[in-house]
């Protein structure tokens, strides 16, 4: 599967962005999909995921209650609704996507999309 994510920009501290990631190729729908994100100089980071039926989730705490992953399997795409955003959400997010069960590590996302920028100025 071939990931695209798109969405990104220069948002001002409390504002909103919706990220988006577009899937290309069959059985999206088996896969647990995710959103990660890297700022400069740091690690990649988890942010968020989402089971096959989109009816589980799983968030990073610094992310709780602002940010919410959502998937539309007829659609083959994925969201993240990003609101009251914080200069320290400023990163590179990424979409991965999983051929395996339950919430894998980092190293267990079998594709990634290329990333988009998010940048909260404050």
């Known amino acids: 599967v071939q990931l695209q994510a798109s969405g990104g920009g220069l948002v001002q501290t409390g504002g909103s962005l919706r990220l988006s990631c577009a899937a290309s190729?069959?059985?999206?729908?088996?896969?647990?999909m995710a959103w990660f994100r890297q700022a400069p100089g740091k690690e990649r980071e988890f942010v968020a995921t989402?089971?096959?039926?989109?009816?589980?989730?799983f968030y990073e705490d610094s992310v709780k209650g602002r940010f919410t992953i959502s998937r539309d399997n007829a659609k083959n795409m994925m969201y993240l609704q990003m609101n009251s955003l914080k200069p320290e959400d400023t990163a590179v997010y990424y979409c991965?996507?999983?051929?395996?069960?339950?919430?894998?590590?980092?190293?267990?996302?079998?594709?990634w999309g290329q990333g988009t920028q998010v940048t909260v100025s404050s």
């Open positions: 190729g069959r059985r999206f729908s088996t896969y647990v």
């Open positions: 989402i089971n096959w039926t989109g009816d589980s989730t």
């Open positions: 991965a996507a999983a051929k395996a069960s339950g919430w894998p590590k980092i190293g267990g996302y079998d594709y």
